[in-house]
């Protein structure tokens, strides 16, 4: 009977809590008197809301635990519990609002209170002082968002949540401003608000006059959020075996060739379905939704010219800046000059200013604006005063700026640049051997004679662009390689037919039959009978494969076969370059946007400093005392032996022992005994 008595249902609410949602109905009674008690104590509460509650506290955990048993009673309840939360959220003890806020958050999960107007209020919230109550709203808010639209786009709660968090970026609070902005990145992130709306909100964060919230706004359009690189979505996780597991699988058994050949051929399947598998991720498709993207690289180059950030800051500004000029092909004349006072080798983050200066230029911007910048590249760096790995950046920047605007060099500067092809540094001379070949497909008239290498097909149909001239084709260019195949095939199996019926016949005695077939000479018949053929000929068949049948991927592989073909073939009427070229299946296509890579590319590893070297063989030593023996006394404070100590002693004190005069007398037999003696014994102390 003692136990029974511990049984106090109207004060222990677990338990009450427990049975209630078990059965409601049976349980209506004591539920009421929870609840008006819960009244009477918000009425003592709202006279001293800054005083701690814990009696409030549990009874509104409990009400939110079981509102879904009594919808009638606690249909109120909801909006209460956030009007008080609004009135009093700044005064109010950490506990007991952290509690209300999980009181609101179990009741959302329990679809009985509105979305839009609990997330406005946690919204409110995030200007309070407290980290951990700021960390569990962003972490509902994002949940909660992305649990609204995971079966379908609601754009009435999303376009009112987008209002909201507008005037939210524009708060005074500089705490609930990053929040909102960091929520909306999130989002965005998780291709929930991936839309133009979202980012055209982010752009205004770019002019805040709160660094970090500049910094937040910068970092999402560069994608240089860390957490974005090493977050992995439980959604997109690949299922099936891993390479590990096909290792596994293939090294268990006997070692044959046979197996390793599985082996080969099972990885290659592996990648091809990983390829499959893999979504197409556009990293920077938010400045591609940038309405005008103009008026927003000319505030962002206005706010830039007068700001006093700190320089990584400033950095960030001219690299979206660059990525902004580079992908829309704006016009912004006037930052080329303010990035050309800091093209200098001593200047701090040297190659990430060159990046910008490369990624901003494109085949719209007139010449004489980029000429300066190259100017100033090549008096800066490219000279025999600066060392290699300056004059190797130096190169590798002119070439990316000549790249993206060829005409923006002069022959005289081109040709003086090709000379280093013969520098004594690795670097440099790769670097202007790969300026040399830029220019022999771009316009080799540019350079030297002797510079320009063996006329190809490809060199000699190039043709220089003037500034703005486009070229625009009403066919594919190399399509007429298709209908000279198909003629090809056709006078195969007219001429062939009886052939291969003899064939089959023969096949009957049991004699092998050698069918030569070839890709590379299909290919290279082709190449000759198109490379025969007048230019004229070859324009009206490509027009007219091109407006006559569909195309499809095993065509355009053909197409693009010959297509790099003609850069190795040599011209009509010159010799053979090259019998036998391997051509990769992918293109070398220079991207949207550049890399340091593209900058800082050195051919040689650079030799290291004195540190380095020292630092590199001090790491080599950390395990050695792993591998040498260990000589351990069973007690560590005892003397050592006396053959421990003959060693150290001093060689006065030992000429006149018997060893060491007689050690001088002895014979060659015995030095050798004593050699193979002491061999033996080391031997056996290394085993």
């Known amino acids: 009977m003692s136990g029974?008595?511990?049984?106090?249902?109207?004060?222990?609410?677990?338990?009450?809590?427990?049975?209630?949602?078990?059965?409601?109905?049976?349980?209506?009674?004591?539920?009421?008197?929870?609840?008006?008690?819960?009244?009477?104590?918000?009425?003592?509460?709202?006279?001293?809301?800054?005083?701690?509650?814990?009696?409030?506290?549990?009874?509104?955990?409990?009400?939110?635990?079981?509102?879904?048993?009594?919808?009638?009673h606690l249909s109120n309840f909801p909006q209460e519990l956030s009007e008080l939360l609004m009135s009093h959220h700044t005064v109010l003890e950490h506990d007991l609002r952290m509690t209300f806020c999980k009181s609101l958050i179990l009741l959302r999960n329990k679809d009985l209170i509105d979305p839009a107007g609990l997330l406005e209020l946690f919204f409110e919230l995030l200007r309070c002082h407290d980290k951990l109550l700021r960390k569990t709203l962003y972490t509902h808010i994002v949940a909660d968002i992305k649990n609204i639209n995971a079966k379908h786009k609601n754009n009435k709660v999303n376009t009112t949540l987008q209002n909201f968090m507008y005037t939210m970026l524009r708060d005074s609070n500089p705490i609930a401003a990053k929040i909102s902005l960091d929520v909306m990145g999130e989002l965005y992130k998780r291709n929930i608000?991936?839309?133009?709306?979202?980012?055209?909100?982010?752009?205004?964060?770019?002019?805040?006059?709160?660094?970090?919230?500049?910094v937040a706004g910068?970092?999402?359009?560069?994608?240089?959020?860390?957490?974005?690189?090493?977050?992995?979505?439980?959604?997109?996780?690949?299922?099936?075996?891993?390479?590990?597991?096909?290792?596994?699988?293939?090294?268990?058994?006997?070692?044959?060739?046979?197996?390793?050949?599985?082996?080969?051929?099972?990885?290659?399947?592996l990648k091809k379905h990983k390829k499959k598998r893999k979504v197409e991720v556009f990293n920077f498709s938010a400045i591609h939704l940038i309405h005008d993207p103009q008026d927003f690289s000319e505030k962002l180059l206005k706010q830039l010219e007068d700001s006093k950030e700190r320089f990584e800051v400033k950095i960030m500004m001219m690299e979206l800046i660059s990525r902004l000029v580079g992908i829309h092909e704006l016009f912004l004349f006037n930052y080329y000059p303010f990035?050309?006072?800091?093209?200098?080798?001593?200047?701090?983050?040297?190659?990430?200013?060159?990046?910008?200066?490369?990624?901003?230029?494109?085949?719209?911007?007139?010449?004489?604006?980029?000429?300066?910048?190259?100017?100033?590249?090549?008096?800066n760096f490219v000279t025999d005063r600066n060392s290699g790995e300056v004059m190797t950046v130096g190169i590798n920047a002119i070439k990316e700026l000549t790249a993206r605007c060829p005409l923006a060099i002069t022959e005289d500067l081109l040709q003086d640049l090709a000379q280093?092809?013969?520098?004594?540094?690795?670097?440099?001379?790769?670097?202007?051997?790969?300026?040399?070949?830029?220019?022999?497909?771009?316009?080799?008239?540019?350079?030297?004679?002797?510079?320009?290498?063996?006329?190809?097909?490809?060199?000699?149909?190039?043709?220089?662009?003037?500034?703005?001239?486009?070229?625009?084709?009403?066919?594919?260019?190399?399509?007429?390689?298709?209908?000279?195949?198909?003629?090809?095939?056709?006078?195969?199996?007219?001429?062939?037919?009886?052939?291969?019926?003899?064939?089959?016949?023969?096949?009957?005695?049991?004699?092998?039959?050698?069918?030569?077939?070839?890709?590379?000479?299909?290919?290279?018949?082709?190449?000759?009978?198109?490379?025969?053929?007048?230019?004229?000929?070859?324009k009206a068949k490509a027009a007219a494969?091109?407006?006559?049948?569909?195309?499809t991927q095993?065509?355009?592989?053909?197409?693009?076969?010959?297509?790099?073909?003609?850069?190795?073939?040599?011209?009509?009427?010159?010799?053979?370059?090259?019998?036998?070229?391997?051509?990769?299946?992918?293109?070398?296509?220079?991207?949207?946007?550049?890399?340091?890579?593209?900058?800082?590319?050195?051919?040689?590893?650079?030799?290291?400093?004195?540190?380095?070297?020292?630092?590199?063989?001090?790491?080599?030593?950390?395990?050695?005392?792993?591998?040498?023996?260990?000589?351990?006394?069973?007690?560590?404070?005892?003397s050592t032996s006396n053959r421990e100590k003959r060693k150290t002693k001093n060689f006065m004190m030992m000429r006149h022992s018997q060893n060491v005069r007689t050690k001088g007398k002895r014979s060659f037999r015995e030095k050798q005994l004593a050699l193979r003696d002491a061999l033996l014994k080391r031997k056996k102390q290394y085993k």
């Open 420 to 538: 280093y092809k013969l520098h004594k540094d690795k670097n440099v001379m790769m670097s202007a051997r790969g300026l040399i070949q830029l220019f022999r497909s771009l316009n080799p008239q540019m350079l030297h004679k002797r510079d320009r290498g063996r006329p190809t097909e490809a060199s000699a149909e190039a043709k220089i662009k003037d500034y703005g001239e486009l070229e625009a084709k009403d066919y594919i260019p190399g399509a007429e390689v298709l209908e000279v195949e198909e003629e090809k095939k056709d006078g195969e199996e007219d001429g062939d037919g009886w052939e291969s019926a003899s064939i089959s016949d023969d096949d009957e005695d049991g004699e092998w039959v050698d069918v030569h077939h070839s890709s590379d000479e299909d290919t290279k018949e082709v190449a000759e009978k198109l490379q025969s053929m007048p230019v004229e000929e070859r």
């Open 4 to 72: 029974r008595h511990n049984n106090k249902l109207p004060n222990n609410l677990p338990q009450l809590q427990n049975l209630i949602k078990r059965d409601p109905q049976s349980y209506v009674d004591e539920f009421l008197q929870q609840y008006r008690h819960y009244q009477s104590n918000v009425q003592i509460f709202k006279l001293q809301p800054d005083k701690p509650n814990k009696e409030l506290a549990d009874l509104v955990m409990f009400l939110a635990q079981v509102s879904h048993c009594y919808l009638q």
């Open 545 to 551: 494969v091109s407006g006559s049948r569909l195309l």
């Open 218 to 269: 910068l970092k999402f359009f560069l994608g240089k959020d860390e957490d974005e690189k090493n977050e992995s979505d439980s959604d997109s996780e690949a299922k099936g075996p891993s390479v590990r597991d096909l290792k596994v699988r293939y090294s268990t058994g006997k070692k044959t060739s046979k197996n390793k050949k599985k082996m080969e051929k099972a990885m290659k399947v």
């Open 339 to 379: 990035i050309q006072r800091f093209i200098q080798p001593h200047q701090r983050e040297v190659t990430k200013i060159l990046l910008c200066a490369a990624q901003a230029s494109h085949q719209l911007v007139p010449p004489e604006v980029i000429e300066p910048v190259i100017m100033t590249i090549a008096n």
């Open 554 to 638: 095993d065509d355009f592989k053909k197409i693009r076969l010959v297509q790099l073909a003609k850069e190795v073939n040599a011209a009509p009427g010159k010799g053979q370059k090259r019998k036998n070229v391997d051509i990769d299946d992918e293109d070398d296509n220079r991207g949207e946007l550049l890399t340091l890579r593209n900058i800082e590319k050195l051919h040689k590893k650079p030799k290291a400093d004195k540190e380095t070297r020292l630092a590199t063989a001090m790491a080599g030593r950390t395990d050695r005392k792993d591998f040498v023996k260990k000589h351990t006394k069973l007690n560590p404070h005892a």
């Open 193 to 214: 608000w991936n839309d133009a709306k979202t980012v055209n909100v982010i752009t205004t964060a770019c002019f805040s006059k709160v660094t970090k919230i500049v």
